[in-house]
């Protein structure tokens, strides 16, 4: 035992016992005829005293040659503090050192291990277990094991067996890309690591495991984009004998019960949105709904008059930016330019004042009179004091537009408050999704997600219509989980699978596991996966998921600490009958 | 809602009461006037009642179309048996159907679903997802999730934190093959799945996590013994600011944790055997101590004679059989059969019977007299009654053999009762490993793993006599866990790397980053792995892991129920950078 309690652990009820500590030397403070030194562990800080009067001169010598960030241990005596420190839960005791130990050594650290650092984000990952001594990070890890340790709690208590799946699996060249494993007893031959273990938990439910689910770690190679990484982890959830009721209901109640238990807010039922609303009016299938500024569709009071912009468009489409006739010119025209960057692509932006008399001044007065633009007001339900900002052009390039700047002004208007949570169910997602390059419509979810009862006949005439018993959890503007009823016999699935281009045999070759499966007495099943990472970040009120991974991968994939991936051997190579190209 | 209960929840006290039950048909027999069928779901059976009298005459035709494995929901009314099933919980009540919907039809599986099943391996691991709904797979399943579950409890409430580490790391020629797998965006780089999360675990410690565990997938691409997978799960443990005492006494808390809230047994402190200790007295460093037959050396008590066959012999050791002067010659003589194939490969068998009146008649009494036997007899602790089986040759060879008949006669004996557990800590392994092949010294347990105080000189001198501080957790004759206290130095790391034939340049390659984080502050520390699979499986009682694992390999790393590895498309390739060697 190097130490007898942590350096959280002490209080007052402490003084006069010996004890023995251990831990990292945070900082020292050296008065001459004393000696202060902040001794740190993950559990808090205890401040060490030596002094003139009652430490032998070689240990004050010893003391004082620690560096930050040294290995110490040390025994000593509680005592009172003089000046009390009402800010850490040990600020009202310190420790008369008798003895010290320098366990290890420490070289300065690369940037200052504070909640507030000096390091960079590359320094920080190059030296990530120095990062995870800060506050900030270790906090976070904390509270991602506080919340697994809830999910897997309340979904056991919901009678769910966890059953972890292979990770050595087959590659389907459908979907996003998958990383790929060679083997070497299997010459030729290639495993792929799942990007879910989707067919997997199906087969459980064939198998009659009736609730599965698995906090599981996934794996995508895609391109990169900021705040997404290579390997990923799911709360992965099945359930069979269910409707799209039970499972909305069943993961409610466990995000319900997370929000309770790990952020000690109540939020009772969770409202619902079909996907064409949330489209219609949030011009986005995650809406965050913590503030207003509802999509106004203004292609009724706005393609009368001779504006060819809007007469042209297929979707003319506002917002009332609450207090935005506060907004200077200069001000406005710097939103018209963020409107036009290339990651948002407006053309251009339309926008009208509405003054405190009620009068309105627009960009484009001289098509349309004060008594069109009070329409406009009203249809966007722009306040005395509010600013519309309009778009227009194509639907579905105009409404992701309009979001962006909806959510941009509300993070400019402090509506985006981490601390407060609005959950939103959205439902009756489309089955398919056109691909514009190709024209091919895919699955919006995946492939085993099954249409609306019904619905199916209207693959051939009108694919685009078909909704999907698909279903997605959003909080405050994220996607945190999703999921679908299932399709459980063969002649649906293959039907589905024609569909989406594939012929018989390939059918057969990648997915007859599964069309066999469902012929040997499938159950009804669906399911949800949650994104671990992003769940945990925004429970932790963070937009980004990085501190909440341990060890994460930057956008090229790199982990920069250990410096992966790397070269290999010719001897591995040729062993796994692989050869680079030139 | 498909159901309002599920199979096993219907009691006497449920009578008259109207319910909706769905599962699958597990038999069903019809007497013409009557038809039962027993409904299964993962919670039980219960029996459904079609009777002439009391059901119409097109839910009676219906019913006689349900075939086996058929998926069903059917309402009904909860009414007494005629004839109680005292066997099954649900076994007082039946349902007098009244409404039948076939959820799913079912083709004849090719394999009873009982729980003696006529399925070989084969079939049954082709259709995994039948083989599943038996109760011996799922009880083995859920089983796991309850271990699984009190694991995390009983760790989470000794306050450590589970850090997922991640997948995609760095493949280091060291120890067993790594898996890799390619990076696309890093062309001619690949990334290694991780043997295990050792030097994250480490860097957490460095980190200050102070207490880590995760339950976690390893991967070894090694040639498969049976019951190996490529893909195996640890329980991973990691400790700072600790001493060998402090992790024994932490895991054995979790062992007996586990032996008591899963199997319902008590067990006081674990027995702690030196590795020299079972090598002498099992001939093995997982001795399954839950019965005696130790080891006897023989050669003092045998060496003074002029058979040279012990003479000329490095060890000559023997065990005392209980009972088994009953056996006849012939059953001795397929004994002496049995440890000369070539798996145990013993050049022979000395064997010696010891008499009701404590006379003794060996087979080499031409050698031997009976003083020389009573010798023998008092060494191995042989009575009257026993047979005394003696082997002798190199004690590295001559060792392992006697311990594999130890343990074969045992399991004839019925010695070795899965209910009954035995858990021992062997400790004081030693540091480094002979390789017979190349005359080289390698790492026992791992690189990483401290020398004991005071020994690390005898590196140059004795390598072979070096003890680490590491130990490992047997259970009933298995390894169940195995660590050791880390280096957490820069200096002795190095040098370790040095005697393990690694250049300064080769260690800074692959452990560069670890070496690094020594220097910045790594406190003292070691940990402990668990091999899940296996523990999970002893704790239930059987001796194979299979069917602990939902969806297992088979002895060439395949998966035969979705026919993985598989080739991958020429485009894959080429976007990897890769080409196959023809």
Request: aromatic fraction near 10%; charged fraction near 30%; proline fraction near 5%.
């Given at each position: 035992?190097?130490r007898?309690?942590?350096?959280?652990?002490?209080?007052?009820?402490?003084i006069?016992?010996?004890?023995?500590?251990a831990?990292?030397?945070?900082?020292?403070?050296?008065?001459?005829?004393?000696?202060?030194?902040?001794?740190?562990?993950?559990?808090?800080i205890?401040?060490?005293?030596?002094?003139?009067?009652?430490?032998?001169?070689?240990?004050?010598?010893?003391?004082?040659?620690?560096?930050?960030?040294?290995?110490?241990?040390?025994?000593?005596?509680v005592?009172?503090?003089?000046?009390?420190?009402?800010n850490?839960?040990?600020?009202d005791?310190?420790?008369?050192?008798?003895?010290?130990?320098?366990?290890n050594?420490a070289?300065?650290?690369?940037?200052?291990?504070?909640?507030?650092?000096?390091?960079?984000?590359?320094?920080?990952?190059?030296?990530?277990?120095?990062?995870?001594?800060?506050?900030?990070?270790?906090?976070?890890?904390?509270?991602?094991?506080?919340?697994?340790?809830?999910?897997?709690?309340?979904?056991?208590?919901?009678?769910?067996?966890?059953?972890?799946?292979?990770?050595?699996?087959?590659?389907?060249p459908?979907?996003?890309?998958?990383?790929?494993?060679?083997?070497?007893?299997?010459?030729?031959?290639?495993?792929?690591?799942?990007?879910?273990?989707?067919?997997?938990?199906?087969?459980?439910?064939?198998?009659?495991?009736?609730?599965?689910?698995?906090?599981?770690?996934?794996?995508?190679?895609?391109?990169?984009?900021?705040?997404?990484?290579?390997?990923?982890?799911?709360?992965?959830?099945?359930?069979?004998?269910?409707?799209?009721?039970?499972?909305?209901?069943?993961?409610?109640?466990?995000?319900?019960?997370?929000?309770?238990?790990?952020?000690?807010?109540?939020?009772?039922?969770?409202?619902?949105m079909?996907?064409?609303?949330?489209?219609?009016?949030?011009?986005?299938?995650?809406?965050?709904?913590?503030?207003?500024?509802?999509?106004?569709?203004?292609?009724?009071?706005?393609?009368h008059?001779?504006?060819?912009?809007?007469?042209?468009?297929?979707?003319?489409?506002?917002?009332?930016?609450?207090?935005g006739?506060?907004?200077?010119?200069?001000?406005?025209?710097?939103?018209?330019?963020?409107?036009?960057?290339?990651?948002v692509?407006?053309?251009?932006?339309?926008?009208?004042?509405?003054?405190?008399?009620?009068?309105?001044k627009?960009?484009?007065?001289?098509?349309?009179?004060?008594?069109?633009?009070?329409?406009?007001?009203?249809?966007?339900?722009?306040?005395?004091?509010?600013?519309?900002?309009?778009?227009?052009?194509d639907?579905?390039?105009?409404?992701?537009?309009?979001?962006?700047?909806?959510?941009?002004?509300?993070?400019?208007?402090?509506?985006?408050?981490?601390?407060?949570?609005?959950?939103?169910?959205?439902?009756?997602?489309?089955?398919?999704?056109?691909?514009?390059?190709?024209?091919?419509?895919?699955a919006?979810?995946?492939?085993?997600?099954?249409?609306?009862p019904?619905?199916?006949?209207?693959?051939?005439?009108?694919?685009?219509?078909?909704?999907?018993?698909?279903?997605?959890?959003?909080?405050?503007?994220?996607?945190?989980?999703?999921?679908?009823?299932?399709?459980?016999?063969?002649?649906?699935?293959?039907?589905?699978?024609?569909?989406?281009?594939?012929?018989?045999?390939?059918?057969?070759?990648q997915?007859?596991?599964?069309?066999?499966?469902?012929?040997?007495?499938?159950?009804?099943?669906?399911?949800?996966?949650?994104?671990?990472?992003?769940?945990?970040?925004?429970?932790?009120?963070q937009?980004?998921?990085?501190?909440?991974?341990?060890?994460?991968k930057?956008?090229?994939?790199r982990?920069?600490?250990?410096?992966?991936?790397?070269?290999?051997?010719?001897?591995?190579?040729?062993e796994?009958?692989?050869?680079?190209?030139?």
């Amino acid at each position: 035992m190097f130490r007898t309690h942590t350096n959280g652990a002490l209080r007052a009820s402490d003084i006069n016992t010996e004890v023995t500590l251990a831990g990292w030397v945070q900082k020292s403070r050296d008065k001459g005829f004393m000696i202060w030194v902040d001794l740190r562990d993950r559990y808090g800080i205890t401040q060490l005293i030596f002094d003139e009067e009652r430490t032998d001169k070689a240990l004050m010598e010893k003391a004082r040659t620690l560096g930050r960030e040294f290995v110490i241990q040390i025994e000593g005596t509680v005592i009172e503090r003089s000046s009390k420190n009402p800010n850490i839960p040990t600020g009202d005791i310190e420790i008369l050192v008798t003895q010290l130990e320098i366990l290890n050594e420490a070289l300065l650290p690369p940037f200052t291990i504070e909640d507030q650092t000096d390091g960079g984000e590359d320094v920080r990952m190059k030296y990530r277990y120095l990062d995870i001594r800060r506050n900030p990070v270790k906090n976070s890890l904390i509270f991602r094991h506080r919340v697994t340790m809830e999910v897997r709690k309340y979904l056991s208590d919901q009678e769910f067996i966890e059953v972890e799946t292979p990770y050595l699996i087959k590659s389907t060249p459908e979907g996003a890309r998958d990383f790929v494993v060679p083997s070497r007893m299997n010459e030729g031959e290639f495993y792929a690591l799942p990007q879910s273990p989707q067919t997997f938990k199906q087969l459980l439910m064939v198998g009659g495991m009736d609730k599965y689910f698995q906090i599981v770690k996934c794996f995508r190679d895609e391109d990169l984009r900021a705040d997404r990484q290579p390997e990923f982890t799911q709360i992965d959830c099945e359930m069979a004998f269910v409707e799209q009721e039970d499972i909305l209901n069943m993961f409610e109640g466990l995000t319900r019960h997370l929000l309770k238990e790990v952020n000690g807010v109540e939020i009772g039922d969770f409202p619902r949105m079909q996907y064409d609303d949330a489209m219609r009016l949030y011009g986005n299938d995650k809406p965050d709904i913590r503030f207003g500024m509802e999509f106004g569709e203004l292609n009724e009071v706005a393609q009368h008059k001779d504006f060819n912009v809007f007469n042209k468009a297929e979707l003319v489409v506002g917002i009332a930016v609450p207090g935005g006739n506060s907004y200077t010119r200069k001000e406005i025209d710097k939103l018209i330019d963020w409107v036009k960057r290339p990651q948002v692509g407006a053309l251009g932006m339309v926008y009208c004042r509405v003054n405190e008399d009620g009068s309105f001044k627009s960009s484009v007065d001289k098509f349309y009179d004060q008594q069109d633009l009070a329409q406009w007001a009203k249809v966007t339900g722009a306040k005395a004091g509010d600013l519309i900002c309009v778009l227009s052009g194509d639907a579905s390039k105009v409404r992701p537009q309009l979001s962006a700047l909806r959510m941009e002004l509300a993070e400019r208007l402090g509506l985006r408050d981490p601390k407060v949570f609005a959950p939103l169910w959205v439902v009756d997602f489309p089955l398919l999704e056109l691909d514009e390059e190709t024209g091919h419509y895919h699955a919006m979810h995946h492939p085993f997600t099954s249409p609306k009862p019904g619905q199916i006949e209207l693959l051939s005439t009108d694919p685009g219509a078909v909704k999907a018993n698909a279903y997605d959890l959003v909080l405050n503007g994220n996607e945190i989980g999703g999921g679908s009823i299932r399709i459980h016999d063969k002649e649906t699935q293959a039907l589905m699978f024609d569909y989406l281009g594939f012929t018989p045999e390939e059918a057969k070759a990648q997915f007859g596991f599964l069309m066999d499966a469902f012929q040997y007495g499938a159950p009804p099943h669906g399911g949800l996966a949650f994104g671990l990472d992003r769940l945990v970040a925004i429970l932790g009120g963070q937009e980004t998921i990085r501190d909440f991974i341990a060890f994460p991968k930057n956008n090229s994939g790199r982990d920069v600490m250990i410096d992966a991936p790397a070269p290999i051997d010719e001897a591995q190579l040729e062993e796994l009958h692989l050869k680079l190209r030139a």
